[in-house]
């Protein structure tokens, strides 16, 4: 038997032609079952174990953190930078590793958690620096930044329609963040209000008053998901 393509003389047992890849085919002549030119694979796929690359990243991020403790304590009789870095892998793991632990993570448990983790890094930073900014600076704006990135976390998770009226509103909100933010850094660190605010707050007013808009009219909504599945 040969191939209908390349002409490749062919065994009683072969399915596709082993040159061309064309699959064998006569239509006068019953393929007969025959024992194969070759054994079959009986090796098994490899997969790696989900639970051991969890356990290896904790060991080797907890690993080091120490390594920075031990390193600038050796060098300097006490933590100088080491609490930075250490620091620093603590909110990754956090953020990055930790959620991996649950089959199912949940998104409302875990972004507070990530946020709170922040919190404590930059309280760190402000007590080991002396800056003494963290209660009217960076305390207010993750607070604020965390309870807003939750409520649009939850309320994305929880509910199946009206997501656009959900980051429209986040956008609107995001706008006047902005403007706090920049009174915050006033308050903190000094200088003039509304030098630079003004700018994001328009853009993402502008974005939010959209996505308000698509959400709203039906035919802009239907051109919307043509061009971008919006």
């Known amino acids: ?4 393509r390349c002409g490749v003389r062919l065994s ?3 399915k596709v032609c082993p040159l061309c890849g064309t699959e064998v085919f006569h239509p006068r002549l019953r393929q007969p079952e025959a024992e194969p030119p070759f054994p079959a694979f009986q090796g098994q796929e490899f997969q790696p174990n989900p ?3 969890r356990l290896i990243v904790t060991l080797s991020m907890l690993l ?3 390594l920075c403790i031990v390193v600038d304590v050796s060098l300097h009789n006490h933590v100088l930078w080491a609490g930075y870095a250490a620091g620093a892998i603590g909110l990754i793991y956090v953020v990055g590793v930790l959620p991996g632990w649950f089959r199912k993570p949940n998104p409302v448990v875990f972004v507070p958690l990530g946020f709170l983790a922040l919190g404590c890094y930059l309280l760190y930073i402000d007590l080991a620096t002396g800056g003494r900014w963290f209660l009217s600076f960076a305390f207010p704006l993750v607070g604020i930044v965390g309870l807003l990135t939750e409520a649009v976390v939850t309320l994305c998770y929880y509910l199946r329609r009206g997501r656009l009226y959900v980051f429209g509103g986040a956008f609107l909100l995001l706008g006047g ?5 920049e009174l915050f850094a006033v308050i903190t660190f000094g200088g003039k209000m509304f030098r630079w605010s003004l700018y994001p707050t328009g853009v993402f007013s502008a974005i939010g008053v959209f996505l308000l808009l ?3 009219i039906r035919p802009l909504r239907r051109v919307m998901h043509r061009l ?3």
């Open 1 to 4: 038997m040969y191939c209908v």
């Open 12 to 14: 009683d047992s072969e």
């Open 51 to 53: 639970g051991g690359i």
């Open 64 to 66: 080091a953190a120490m």
């Open 177 to 181: 963040f902005m403007m706090l933010f």
């Open 214 to 216: 698509v959400a709203t």
């Open 228 to 230: 971008f599945f919006v």
